[in-house]
């Protein structure tokens, strides 16, 4: 059989990822942090690109309005917005004069940002002076090693412990890796080990739970104690609360197995966290939602995000047309094409957010108006489909970003979720659901907490018809313990 070439024309059709799209893809999911990063990178990158500030755009809005003998051509204003306009045509415009009219001599010697020197008078203290840093875990270490090593050598191995100490207060490297990367003996390691272990917070270096206990119910003298034995050999049946099997195993009374579970629960299973607090995080909201004429209007939170505009100075080169500027007009048409998609991706962004945000309100109006008792069933298809894009776009845009509605602020997911059927037919929000789930438990008797088909008789009381499984299956996502781990048999 002959092999043979052959030339054939073929008509197709393909998606092509132009890079705009590639680029508005990869802005859609930013947060608001990243985007910035972004612009700022591009700015870094791109001469073409500047920032629009608020006395840039002032001074193009005086500059149009008192050069009345001008001809529009000699003034060029190109706002963000103006850009999507006339942006190929480059007709009109003259590079805008940069006036440096700030008074610097004046400024610097404006009694120092106001701050007085002088005889008689004291500088303001720097910023440095003014804040204070929290001390870590580590450096707590560190200070008590300094005052007890009693020599470079154990100070050594307590530094290598202590470096291996992770923010919950536990030693996370077993100490025979520890003692081989030092070149001593396990021994000798352990001793170092015991150091650090006589440090504060008590409890701190230890390998492991029980451990950790067992340090801070020395540290409490209480060897020999009820509570020594329970932590030792009793530590895992504590989890079922069956004190009373404890009790018998332990030969000693019920009341002596709860009294020693008190003094437990007052240990700290994480005692390094005290040096170490994990920090409270504050979000910015990305939409806002205000209620205006019965009606919910959606606002971008565009505060510290750059706007951009393409510089004018650069598109003089582009009207250039001589010969010997042929290199130079290659490279401004590049970046130009590339500022445009830049600047292009970011007002696609802008609106998509608004428009998923104003789809939202849309669909869920009763939960805006009353709370969570009226949130419905949504998935992203119905607000795709309302807003003509497709699902992904909408998982992307909706992706680490919060909206601040007049019941709070929630992720833009957090409106996203599947429905539940109830006795009369429709289809209740399974967020709803899983509140009355929260509600019950947070309800319910102590000492006789319900079981996951008491929840269920309890939901269809409400009219929630739901199989065993799905309570399970919700209690577990609300990280709310089984029955016999919730039941409490003294107060």
Known sequence: MGIELKLQMRQAQRLVMTPMLQQAIKLLPMTRLELVQAIRLELDQNPLL??????IAAEAETEAEVGEGLNSDEVEVQPQEAVFEEQAALEEGKPLEKKDDVDWDSYMQNDLYEGRTGDGNTEFPSIENTLRQKESLEFHLMWQLSASALDSEEERLGEMIIGNINTEGYLVESLEDLAAEAEVDTETMEDALLLVQSFDPPGVGARNLKECLMLQ????????SVVEKLIQDHLEDLDEKN???IAKAMDVTLDEVIDAMRVIKEFDPKPGLEYNPEEAVYITPDLYVVKMDNEYQVYLNDEDVPRLRINAYYQSILKNKAKDATQTREYVE???RSALWMIKSIEQRRQTMIKVGRSICKFQ????????????????KDVAEDIGMHESTISRVTTNKYIHTPQGLYELKYFFHSSVGSMHGSNMSSVRVKDMIRMICKEEDAGKPYTDDQIVRMLEEKNVKIARRTVTKYRKELKIPSTSKRKRLFL
């Open 217 to 224: 119910m020395s540290n409490a003298k209480l060897k020999g």
């Open 334 to 336: 590049e970046k130009f």
């Open 365 to 380: 109006k009763e939960f805006m108006d009353n709370g969570l008792e009226y949130l419905k069933p949504l998935v992203l």
């Open 243 to 245: 004190y009373k099997k």
């Open 50 to 55: 500047e920032e629009e500030t608020a006395e």
